[in-house]
């Protein structure tokens, strides 16, 4: 049974770091891509992340160079590291994991999600 538990979101004030985990079984993070998505209120979903097998990370262009993903494959977690967050980074972070190692785009490419962690950061 696939299992991805969120955690580490938070309040924080704006200009403040946050690093979320996701801590997976079932599946190996290492052997397929893995994602973070967010969803503010009344907006559409948005990608925040891809990370691939071979290491390869495409980013959002509204956190890149703010927000940085990794994995421990030793754990069989990910990780999001986001600095200098931003009022407008508000939302719930979902980390998901698709089924196969290329062409990851949207969240069809992605059957396994977690709960969701909320993140808030206030101006």
Known sequence: QVQLAESGGGSVQAGGSLRLSCAASGLTVS???????????????ERVVVIYPSDDTYYAYSVKGRFTASRDNAKNWMYLQMNSLK?????????????????CYS????????QGTQVTVSS
């Open 107 to 114: 969240g069809g490419d992605f059957p396994y999600w977690g």
């Open 87 to 103: 009022h407008d980074d508000t939302a719930m972070y979902y980390c998901a994991a698709g089924v196969r190692d290329f062409d």
């Open 31 to 45: 052997s397929r891509c893995m994602a973070w998505f967010r969803q503010a209120p009344q907006k559409e979903r």
